[in-house]
């Protein structure tokens, strides 16, 4: 059984820095692209990032370039989501769900499955 796993979250003040992952068991992420997803109270699922499995391809959120960082370890089979400068705005519950292609997905949360529960992030002084 395909399961993802979030990690990572906390409280941090405004201008600081967390690094979630997004660790998988029942599969290999080799095959597959894993995308960053969050949702704020009251507000919709939004994408933050996406990364191919191997091409190295990442896509981000115009909200979070030059902040986060995406990145993956195959051989840990995780996915990692470092995020700096973080704002309040930032604050909400963070996903990871798996994708073929980040191109073909885009931010289109009908294309990803095997959503992880999700790990909350508070950002505030």
């Known amino acids: 059984q395909l399961q993802l796993v979030e990690s990572g979250g906390g409280l941090v003040q405004p201008g600081g820095s967390l690094t979630l992952s997004c660790a998988a068991s029942?599969?290999?992420?080799?095959?597959?692209?894993i995308g960053w997803f969050r949702q704020a109270p009251g507000k919709e699922r939004e994408g933050v990032s996406c990364i191919n499995s191997s091409s190295g391809v990442t896509n981000y959120a115009d909200s979070v370039k030059g902040r986060f960082t995406i990145s993956r370890d195959n051989a840990k089979n995780t996915v990692y989501l470092q995020m700096n400068s973080l704002r309040p705005e930032d604050t909400a519950v963070y996903y990871c769900a798996a994708t073929h292609l980040c191109e073909y997905s885009g931010f289109d949360l009908t294309f990803f499955g095997s959503w992880g529960q999700g790990t909350q992030v508070i950002v505030s002084s």
């Open positions: 029942g599969f290999t992420l080799d095959y597959y692209a």
